[in-house]
């Protein structure tokens, strides 16, 4: 048995692309995005893996297919010792009880129209043939976890700050007790007093309900405060995983250096060597040859353009996939 609660192996999700009429007549084929390109990952029992990267890195799509939001292209995704990939739609539903998502935006994940002990009370009647006392104290439970008061049980979503409103998405997604989680950007939508709390209330349900995360982010603060290891996605693929204080101290990878350089300092006394990264996220459809980082790259040398590296590990539980990752040591 594995130690492990998730494994995703060479994790592949590829979306095809509307196939104008005149290319399909003249045999071409259709064009892929490559959201997802290869990804093998693990998650183990009470952890939580930061995904950082860039917008359009692929981090979400990756989340939503480890779910099975998305089904894969190729690839496995092991779940409890179970592949998600060889089950069928039925027994994915019911495994899914142990399994949930946050999504980014509490506007509008939750339904205007449905009052809060519904929302929260959606997943448990979707699984479970239940009485209504038996929803309601499991409601009360879920909700007084997250620090809301019963009184805002009766009440829409309106009526609540953002805050609060990622609150109730948190209780709902507690309600079936998961075991674990994707966090897909939880607090990017809030004030940055108000993420803190959030952030705060994640770590001590953590604690208290033995959850695992997959934490999907752009903030690499947010990675340093929550993660125990941290994953750096590019272009689909994976340029470096470690252990989070490994990683931001010592980055072994171009890419990641770039996202900590962005990070703004406080202290102005405080020099860091920086590394920029030229241009923008490459088009998913037509990506570079060799390490997809290359146009973007300062250190790129002849290599770089023709052989794409492998995510290899370059010191104890720290990987990289760059070619020179030897030299950043």
């Known amino acids: 048995m594995s130690q492990n609660l998730l494994e995703v192996n060479d994790l592949v999700k590829h979306f095809a692309l509307p196939h104008p009429l005149l290319e399909k007549a003249r045999g071409k084929k259709a ?6 390109d290869g990804v093998s990952l693990s998650i183990a029992k009470n952890e939580t893996l930061g995904l950082v990267g860039e917008s359009g890195s692929g981090k979400t799509t990756l989340g939503r297919t480890i779910l099975m939001l998305e089904k894969p292209t190729s690839g496995k995704i092991i779940f409890q010792d179970r ?12 495994l899914r009880k142990k399994m949930q998502i946050v ?24 699984f479970k043939d239940i009485s209504s006392d038996v929803a309601e104290e499991a409601v009360i439970r879920a909700t007084a976890a997250v620090n809301l008061s019963p009184d805002s049980l009766s009440r829409f979503p309106h009526e609540f700050s953002g805050g609060q409103r990622q609150r109730i ?50 903030n690499v ?10 994953a750096v996605m590019y ?32 202290d102005p006394r405080r020099r860091l060597k920086t590394v920029a990264a030229i241009g923008e996220v490459p088009s998913m459809v037509n990506l570079p ?7 973007r790259c300062p250190y790129a040398e002849g290599i770089c353009r023709q052989q794409e590296p492998s995510l290899r590990e370059i010191l104890p539980g720290h990987l990289s996939a760059c070619h020179f990752s030897e030299k950043f040591q």
């Open 31 to 36: 064009a892929n995005v490559h959201a997802v």
């Open 83 to 94: 592949t998600l990939t060889d089950l069928d739609d039925e027994e994915i539903r019911q």
């Open 103 to 126: 999504f980014q935006n509490p506007y509008s994940s939750l339904d205007p129209r449905a009052r809060v002990k519904d929302i929260v009370a959606e997943p448990l009647r979707a």
């Open 169 to 218: 998405a948190i209780a709902r997604a507690l309600i079936l007790e998961p075991e674990f989680i994707v966090l897909d950007e939880p607090t990017s939508a809030l004030d940055s007093s108000v993420q803190a709390q959030i952030l705060n209330l994640l770590r001590n349900l953590q604690e208290e309900m033995g959850l695992s995360y997959l934490l999907i982010t752009h």
């Open 221 to 230: 603060n947010v990675v340093k405060y929550m993660a125990n290891r941290i």
């Open 235 to 266: 272009a689909g693929k994976l340029v470096e995983v470690g252990n989070t204080r490994d990683v931001l101290e010592k980055p072994l990878h171009p890419y990641t250096s770039a996202l900590i350089s962005s990070i703004p300092q406080p």
């Open 289 to 295: 040859t060799g390490c997809r980082f290359n146009p």
